[in-house]
Nanobody
Framework: QVQLVESGGGLVQPGGSLRLSCAAS????????MGWYRQAPGKEREFVAA????????NYADSVKGRFTISRANAKNTVYLQMNSLKPEDTAVYYC?????????WGQGTQVTVSS
């Protein structure tokens, strides 16, 4: 089993920045790619960004390209999402996601609100 715990969410003004963290524990050797998804009120959960096990390959949703950066510190079992130039439409609950050998794992989510 893998446990994922997100942190770093909060309220920020448009144009501001936040950095989300996701700490993994448990059977971490079984984790392959990791990433972030988000779900806004009344909408389906959507992909935001992903990073390979080595950190050498990243992928982003078109809506966040150039503004968000995903990174991974394997020594700390942690994945980060640096979010810059935030917009009101980025408001959502952000979920950490990990691809395991036979299961996908999800964190409990952290709220990000972009509002003036």
């Amino acid at each position: 089993q893998v446990q994922l715990v997100e942190s770093g969410g909060g309220l920020v003004q448009p144009g501001g920045s936040l950095r989300l963290s996701c700490a993994a524990s448990g059977s971490i050797l079984s984790i392959n790619a990791m990433g972030w998804y988000r779900q806004a009120p009344g909408k389906e959960r959507e992909f935001v960004a992903a990073i390979s096990r080595s950190g050498g390959i990243t992928n982003y949703a078109d809506s966040v390209k150039g503004r968000f950066t995903i990174s991974r510190a394997n020594a700390k079992n942690t994945v980060y999402l640096q979010m810059n130039s935030l917009k009101p439409e980025d408001t959502a609950v952000y979920y950490c996601h990990a691809v395991g050998i036979s299961h996908d794992y999800w964190g409990q989510g952290t709220q990000v609100t972009v509002s003036s």
